[in-house]
């Protein structure tokens, strides 16, 4: 069974530019979740979805910070315009209503100079 | 609010000796889930083990077991026969009622595995 899929792996931008990020969960999960992992502390969730629809944003800085997940499969994360303090890796997971683990991808590594 | 708390920010242990890294947590839930991922150099969160707040017995899955004591809320993870491949960040989380599905996560260990 293929695990999360994300990409790019790693990303250098400057501040003010956008970047955006893919994760494709395993098949099947209807749950995805982003999370933000700066450097030295454990994730924070961003958003959780539930197939195509919003679970939970309350952590998502809106005035910056967007995603989808039109199909209710693969969904992006974008960041416009990215600041100095959105360095950090970008880890997408994934779950089914059958088991409740999350399963984690590979992560996007943002370096905003 | 859910908080997960890990206290140790660097372990080391010798090669095939076994370690606990601690992890205490804090909820009004009475259903919850506690979970240990480990994060080596190249930045993927591996699931290592799942307890859930309602399982009498304590969770193993092969070299690893998980200390739950629910009275005292803590959940430690014990690896058992250390291997060098064992190096990596360990992050305790849990999965709480009031929260949803969501993780919330302690600050992680470092665990060095000396040979």
């Known amino acids: 069974e293929a695990g999360v899929a994300q990409s790019p792996r790693y990303k250098i931008i400057e501040k003010r530019q956008s970047v955006a990020f893919w994760c494709n969960p395993i098949s099947g999960h209807a749950t995805l979740y982003w999370y933000q992992q700066i450097l030295g502390q454990g994730p924070k969730l961003l958003i959780q979805f539930q197939n195509n629809g919003v679970v939970d944003d309350s952590q998502l800085p809106k005035d910056r910070f967007s995603a989808e997940r039109l199909k209710g499969v693969d969904s992006t994360l974008k960041i416009q315009p990215a600041k100095l303090e959105d360095s950090a890796v970008y880890l997408c997971a994934s779950s089914s209503p059958l088991v409740d683990t999350q399963y984690f991808g590979p992560g996007t590594r943002l370096t905003v100079l | 609010a859910q908080k997960i708390t890990q206290t140790q920010p660097g372990m080391f242990v010798q090669e095939k000796e076994a370690v606990t890294l601690d992890c205490t947590y804090d909820?009004?839930?009475?259903?919850?889930?506690l979970f240990w991922y480990k994060q080596p150099s190249s930045g993927e969160m591996i699931f290592l083990i799942y307890q859930g707040s309602y399982d009498q017995q304590n969770a193993t899955e092969g070299r690893y077991s998980l200390n739950f004591q629910k009275a005292r809320k803590s959940a430690n993870l014990v690896i058992s026969a250390s291997q060098l491949g064992d190096s990596a960040m360990y992050f305790c989380a849990m999965r709480g009622g009031s929260a949803g599905n969501m993780l919330t996560f302690g600050g992680g260990t470092r665990l060095m595995v000396k040979p």
């Open positions: 909820t009004s839930d009475p259903s919850y889930g």
